[in-house]
Structures are given as C-alpha cells and as structure tokens.
C-alpha cells in the first residue's frame, strides 16, 4: 500500500507568480483534502474534493483552487502569490466516510518573495 | 481560525518521564484525533478518539476525551528522544458529505536523553 505523495518538496516563487501542487493519494482512498500551515501554527483546511468536485472549502480566496482527478491524485493552484501565501502546504486523503483519519503527505514549502 | 487550544505550548522533560499535553475545543464533535509532526513535515496520524468513548490506548498513548468539558488529553508513557516532536489535536467537522479537519496550535514536545 502506498501512501501519500506531493511534489515538488521545496519550491520558491516571487509575488504575482502561479503555483501548481501536486498529491497522489494512498491506495484506496477517493477523498482529498488541501492544508496551508505557517510556520508555528496548525494547519488550516483550505477544501477538500471527492469524486473530483470541491466538498468543502475553508476561509481562503477564490485564488486559491483545485482539481481532482479520475484516479484520485489532486492539485493545488494558486493565482497572484502573495508573501503570505508561503507555507507548509499539506495533501491528505482519506476513504469517503465522514470524519474518519486523514492521511497526510510529507508536504510542499512554498516560500514566496 | 483554529478550534482549539492546547496546552503546554512547550514541554521539555527527560527520556523515562511521562508527557501529558491537553486539548481544549469549541464545539460539539463527532471526533477528536491526536497527529504528530516532526521538524516541519508531515503530519503522522496517532489516534482516533470518537465522541461516545472516554478513553484509548494504543502503545505508550493514552487518550482521554471528556465531551463536557470539550476536552481531551494525550499522555506519552516512558518516552523516548525519538518522541521529540509536535503534536496537535484535531477535531473533525462534519458538512455535507465530507469532514474537515480543524488544529489546535500544537505543543512542541522536546524530549532529552
């Protein structure tokens, strides 16, 4: 069984710039959620997709999007970067079942100058 | 905005001690789950708690949920340098079709050997 992956690891833009994020999901699982954490703080749900259409979405700007695709995988876009757009950014997949454990990535580090 | 808050901050002890860190939340949950990052990474999911128990185990963790108080405790038994980590509470919420997880600020556990 293997687990969550996203990619790049590391990644440095300038303010203005577009970013993609990429995750592929662990074996199994059809739902996938997106987490933006600052350094020193817990991550902040951004949205989740499952059956490939956004199911939820937290208090972040229409820049932020995302894309879900037929064999689960997902991407993270951001439009018009601004410095506080870097972050750790987190992928996590989980089986559709309301509430049950999410999986976590090892994660992007976005830095934006 | 975060649901909740945990406490200590920070905690130093020893390898052999016991670390005890609480877990403090706003609303009524369907669960409560404890997940561990090390150095900025990813996050490791620890253990799931649901509404309607009191307490788990698993290895050297104990859990403790107290739904009246909106609390939740996670103890580490004989801890090791290994332990050395951040941990947060995360308290699901339920919407339409999914849940989405939402995080304390996390204590920074620091364990000496």
């Known amino acids: 069984e293997t687990g969550v992956t996203q990619s790049p690891t590391h990644l440095i833009k300038t303010r203005g710039q577009q970013v993609t994020l990429r995750c592929s999901s662990q074996s199994g699982h059809n739902t996938v959620s997106w987490y933006q954490q600052a350094l020193g703080q817990g991550p902040q749900f951004i949205f989740q997709y499952y059956r490939e259409e956004e199911n939820g979405r937290g208090n972040f700007p229409p820049r932020f999007s995302g894309l879900q695709f037929p064999n689960y995988s997902s991407e993270l876009n951001v439009n018009a970067l601004e410095l506080d757009d870097s972050a750790l950014y987190l992928c996590?997949?989980?089986?559709?079942?309301?509430?049950?454990?999410?999986?976590f990535g090892p994660g992007t580090r976005l830095l934006v100058l | 905005s975060q649901q909740g808050e945990e406490d200590p901050q920070a905690l130093s002890i020893q390898e052999g001690e016991n670390a005890t860190m609480n877990c403090s939340y706003k609303?009524?949950?369907?669960?409560l789950q404890w997940y561990r990052q090390n150095s900025g990474r990813g996050l490791v999911h620890l253990i799931l708690i649901r509404s309607n128990e009191r307490e788990k185990h698993s290895g050297r963790l104990r859990v403790t949920l107290d739904t009246s108080k909106k609390s939740s405790s996670l103890l580490i038994t004989a801890s090791r340098a290994a332990d050395t980590a951040s941990y947060f509470c995360?308290?699901?919420?339920?919407?339409?079709?999914?849940?989405?997880?939402?995080f304390g600020q996390g204590t920074e556990l620091s364990v000496k050997p």
């Open positions: 995360a308290t699901v919420v339920i919407y339409n079709q999914g849940g989405k997880l939402i």
């Open positions: 609303t009524s949950i369907n669960n």
């Open positions: 996590a997949s989980s089986r559709w079942d309301r509430g049950e454990t999410q999986y």
